[in-house]
T-cell receptor, first 108, second 114 residues
Framework: DAKTTQPTSMDCAEGRAANLPCNHS???????VYWYRQIHSQGPQYIIHGLKNNETNEMASLIITEDRKSSTLILPHATLRDTAVYYC?????????FGAGTRLTVKP | EAQVTQNPRYLITVTGKKLTVTCSQNMNHEYMSWYRQDPGLGLRQIYY???????DKGDVPEGYKVSRKEKRNFPLILESPSPNQTSLYFC?????????????FGPGTRLTVT
């Protein structure tokens, strides 16, 4: 399975867009890119996933580069409640493997 | 409301005293799994189940047992708990283990073994 690389931490101003990058240069053709987040010690929460095309839902947008070697999760208008650890996961099957993720802090 | 429930939410026990953490989902999901989360080590998968009567080891199965006798339940059993099993445990479920469906996680069980 492809490994992912994410920044350890990021800050974002409340109301601004949060752009969280993820590198997955060894991704294979049948692997999906998933994003989950974990707020404090709660159970992880699914955000979005994609294969090749960009995806958008009510929570976020996922931009995948054409070569699929990297992706960006976009929270369009970050709020204080979006402060969490964000995990980028690349998998063929649905058994998630969580790395260290990016700790996003949204500041007033 | 679609949800994954775990019980108990908090448990303090002693070494060697068998315990079971229950997990139940109300979404008719085929796939269920257990994770543990430890500081600096992140979330690691313990066991998973692709369907009823089908279970398999994850990355850290030692010291744990599971069973999947019915679709909605996936209990985690610690036959002889030890202090190194002190951790935060999460159960998860999804429609299928083979397709890209979202996983739903339970609220977690914080276990302390003294």
């Amino acid at each position: 399975d492809a490994k992912t690389t994410q920044p350890t931490s990021m800050d974002c101003a409340e109301g601004r867009a949060a752009n969280l990058p993820c590198n997955h240069s060894t991704i294979s053709g049948n692997e999906y890119v998933y994003w989950y987040r974990q707020i404090h010690s709660q159970g992880p929460q699914y955000i979005i996933h994609g294969l090749k095309n960009n995806e958008t839902n009510e929570m976020a947008s996922l931009i995948i580069t054409e070569d699929r070697k990297s992706s960006t999760l976009i929270l369009p208008h970050a709020t204080l409640r979006d402060t969490a650890v964000y995990y980028c996961i690349v998998r063929v099957t649905n058994d998630m493997r969580f790395g260290a993720g990016t700790r996003l802090t949204v500041k007033p | 409301e679609a949800q994954v429930t775990q019980n108990p939410r908090y448990l303090i026990t002693v070494t060697g005293k068998k315990l079971t953490v229950t997990c139940s989902q109300n979404m008719n999901h085929e796939y269920m799994s257990w994770y543990r989360q430890d500081p600096g080590l992140g979330l690691r998968q313990i066991y998973y189940s692709m369907n009823v009567e089908v279970t398999d080891k994850g990355d850290v199965p030692e010291g744990y047992k599971v069973s999947r006798k019915e679709k909605r339940n996936f209990p985690l059993i610690l036959e002889s708990p030890s202090p190194n099993q002190t951790s935060l445990y999460f159960c998860a479920s999804t429609r299928s283990g083979r397709a890209p469906y979202e996983q739903y996680f339970g609220p977690g069980t914080r276990l302390t073994v003294t």
